[in-house]
């Protein structure tokens, strides 16, 4: 006969809970020889739309002329937004070809001389459009007078992550945008230059690329992303405020703020930020994860149990969260039920330790 577990005086950071990530760890290619050229999603086409009406709607109201949408400078977007949603970063550099944003322009339009670049992640392209027009570095390309044409790009990784690539140039003559000359994705890593600034910026030109600076959200939310990393979890909390500070709408350092104050253990202040975030996104089955792992270490059990069905109710093959739901059953004594979601976990993942260590534990 099984016994089931005592958990009246079962403190809260034995239980081990999987977190769920920032990003999803698969969203595409993962080796510099497998990228691109990629194509955008309907919806990823609908989105970059809506980001470009709101660009020039602003620039309207700025008296300026607004940007023509460029096919070819669009698939160049493109090709970034997507690697970026690729490795989970915001950046003006591909890592994996080593190559900056202008030796990108350069390659594919060897005809043009002035460009711009704005990379961002957020979760609308509402949010995308605020967060930019309130930078002060991402407002001067997108309000700049001299530039005439944009290629604008979102790429979706989840729910809720939007990652856009706008990309602008100055045009004096169409036929120099009717067709790119070479993406770097179609190129071999090793027959292009390494020995570049990290981030592209070149002396006596008009460029304006580069990190976010701190006036920007995401200069504090990737430096938040970087201490979390690296399990400096209350130095990561302390940035991710910083950057909700400047932006309280900005949503990707709310979510990674609540991750953090988990890893913390300080999972009664991430439930109240991630119960916020489920009832104003039911399908974010990021957020409803971890808020179920609060749940877990605040040892509100049967409510954990409502929040990991519901994550499997939109991604059923989610293994650390029917590893999560076993923990929940297990620690209510429903060894039956806790036994059934752990059996699940490793199906979906047959090398996922944790889970056989708990049927093992269960099946006693």
């Known amino acids: 006969m099984r016994t089931p577990p005592v958990v009246a005086t079962l403190a809260a950071s034995a ?106 992640v957020n979760r609308t392209p509402g949010a995308l459009h605020r967060a930019l027009m309130d930078s002060t570095g991402h407002r001067l390309n997108r309000m700049d007078p001299a530039f005439t044409h944009v290629g ?52 006596g030109e008009t460029v304006r690329i580069g990190p976010p600076t701190e006036d920007n959200p995401e200069f504090w939310t990737q430096r938040g992303i970087d201490a979390y990393d690296n399990r400096r979890f209350a130095e990561a909390i302390e940035l991710f405020k910083k950057s909700i500070a400047i932006d309280s709408g900005y949503e990707y350092a709310h979510y990674n703020l609540a991750r953090a104050y988990l890893a913390n ?42 929040a990991f069905t519901h ?12 590893y999560n739901l076993g923990l929940a059953h297990e620690m209510q004594g429903n060894l039956d039920k806790a036994e059934r979601a752990y059996r699940q976990a490793l199906h979906v993942k047959p090398d996922l330790v944790e889970a056989a260590a708990a049927l093992a534990r269960v099946r006693r």
């Open 15 to 120: 239980l081990l809970v999987l977190l769920g990530a920032a990003t999803p760890a698969s969203v595409g290619a993962s080796s510099a020889q497998e990228l691109g050229p990629w194509q955008p999603t309907a919806e990823e086409t609908q989105l970059a739309a809506q980001v470009h009406v709101l660009l020039n709607d602003a620039r309207t109201v700025a008296s300026l002329e607004e940007l023509t949408r460029s096919p070819q400078l669009d698939l160049l977007a493109y090709q970034h937004a997507r690697e970026m949603a690729v490795r989970g970063s915001v950046t003006h550099h591909s890592h994996l070809y080593g190559v900056s944003t202008n030796t990108r322009f350069r390659l594919a339009f060897p005809g043009l001389r002035q460009f711009g670049e704005n990379v961002a």
């Open 152 to 203: 604008v790009a979102v790429a979706r990784v989840g729910q809720y992550q939007l990652y856009l690539t706008e990309v602008f140039a100055r045009v004096f003559d169409d036929s120099t945008l009717s067709e790119i000359a070479v993406l770097y994705s179609e190129l071999r890593p090793e027959a292009l230059p390494h020995d570049e600034p990290k981030y592209g910026e070149v002396k």
């Open 265 to 306: 253990d300080e999972p009664d202040r991430a439930l109240a930020i991630l119960q916020r975030q489920t009832a104003e996104y039911p399908d974010d089955a990021d957020a409803w994860n971890s808020s179920g792992a609060a749940l877990l270490l605040l040892q509100r059990f049967e409510e954990a149990v409502d």
């Open 311 to 322: 994550v499997l109710r939109l991604r059923a093959r989610d293994a650390g969260s029917w």
